[in-house]
T-cell receptor
Framework: GQNIDQPTEMTATEGAIVQINCTYQ??????LFWYQQHAGEAPTFLSY????GLEEKGRFSSFLSRSKGYSYLLLKELQMKDSASYLC??????????FGKGTTLSVSS | KAGVTQTPRYLIKTRGQQVTLSCSPI?????VSWYQQTPGQGLQFLFE???????NKGNFPGRFSGRQFSNSRSEMNVSTLELGDSALYLC??????????????FGEGSRLTVL
């Protein structure tokens, strides 16, 4: 995805904490999304950040720094079902999102 | 409440043919956007419709077109298919009004294979 960078793959074990980083081009920034996509399924919404700071939602948290063009998704108490692709996306205009290529997370026991 | 419905789910075409994909958004959602997903490029924005008007368009050739009907259902068409058009085409709907940004609800996608 243009102007969005995130690691291609990450591995972790059950019960651990993992942080998936995302950097983006700041010009025209209108908000930062995280989506989860299991293999063969549709992407599902995880979080939306428009202001700086940390948003916590259960085991998942998302952080945004607008000045640095940086976000991360923090997953706690990892479970096997968290194995999926995590997509970082910045809002451009309306519902037009620019997606990163996704980070494939593999959780092992 | 039914989710976003896309048809067909799978289809195979040959080079030079054209294809039409359909999307029914969640009831009450007036914004529909289309994305192409490939292993190499990830998810790429195609276009967005709101109240039957194309509001935004991504960087795709003119072979890719779409429209939205008065009931918010949308179709996208790809003409003169090329091998590189093989991809998962995802439709997403949103309840937000024109100009706003918010959560997208994705359909399961239409997987197109071009031979």
């Amino acid at each position: 995805g243009q102007n969005i960078d995130q690691p291609t793959e990450m591995t972790a074990t059950e019960g651990a904490i993992v942080q998936i980083n995302c950097t983006y081009q700041t010009s025209g920034f209108n908000g930062l999304f995280w989506y989860q996509q299991h293999a063969g399924e549709a992407p599902t919404f995880l979080s939306y950040n428009v202001l700086d700071g940390l948003e916590e939602k259960g085991r998942f948290s998302s952080f945004l720094s607008r000045s640095k063009g940086y976000s991360y998704l923090l997953l706690k108490e990892l479970q096997m079902k968290d194995s999926a692709s995590y997509l970082c996306a910045r809002s451009q205009a309306g519902t037009a999102l620019i997606f990163g290529k996704g980070t494939t997370l593999s959780v092992s026991s | 409440k039914a989710g976003v419905t896309q048809t067909p789910r799978y289809l195979i075409k040959t080079r030079g043919q054209q294809v039409t994909l359909s999307c029914s958004p969640i009831s009450g959602h007036r914004s529909v956007s289309w994305y192409q997903q490939t292993p190499g490029q990830g998810l790429q924005f195609l276009f967005e419709y709101f109240s039957e008007t194309q509001r935004n368009k991504g960087n795709f050739p003119g072979r890719f077109s779409g429209r939205q009907f008065s009931n918010s259902r949308s179709e996208m068409n790809v003409s003169t298919l090329e091998l590189g058009d093989s991809a998962l085409y995802l439709c997403a709907s949103s309840y937000l009004t024109s100009g706003a940004t918010g959560e997208l609800f994705f359909g399961e996608g239409s997987r197109l294979t071009v031979l």
